[in-house]
């Protein structure tokens, strides 16, 4: 199995910050759009944002202006910093490559919780 590694999810309160990141295999994560995806209990897996090789990034309207994707090639890392949070940002998060087609195995993911 070739998975992510995603870190950084925790308890914070509504208003709060908090920077989630993702270390990808390096023969996947030098070539492809990467993706953070976040997956609410009761709904469906759905994309948050991506930021292609070259790191241009396009969001989620849900989450625009609030979120920042962000990656680091040298590290293979992935980075989401995540301002003004809000409860129904509550969920927990994968990485991966996309936006399309995901061809990582999915991590544990981390879990965000955002309550007061």
């Known amino acids: 199995q070739v998975q992510p590694v995603e870190s950084g999810g925790t308890l914070v309160q509504p208003g709060g910050s908090l920077r989630l990141s993702c270390a990808a295999p390096r023969n996947i994560f030098s070539i492809y759009t990467m993706a953070w995806y976040r997956q609410a209990p009761g709904k469906q897996r759905e994309l948050v944002a991506h930021?292609?090789?070259?790191?241009?990034?396009s969001y989620a309207d849900s989450v625009k202006s609030r979120f920042t994707i962000s990656r680091d090639n040298s590290k293979n890392t992935l980075y989401l910093q995540m301002n003004s949070l809000k409860p129904e940002d509550a969920a927990v998060y994968y990485c991966?490559?996309?936006?399309?087609?995901?061809?990582?195995?999915w991590g544990q993911g981390t879990q965000v919780t955002v309550s007061s």
């Open positions: 991966n490559t996309g936006p399309v087609s995901q061809f990582l195995d």
């Open positions: 930021i292609t090789n070259a790191g241009t990034p």
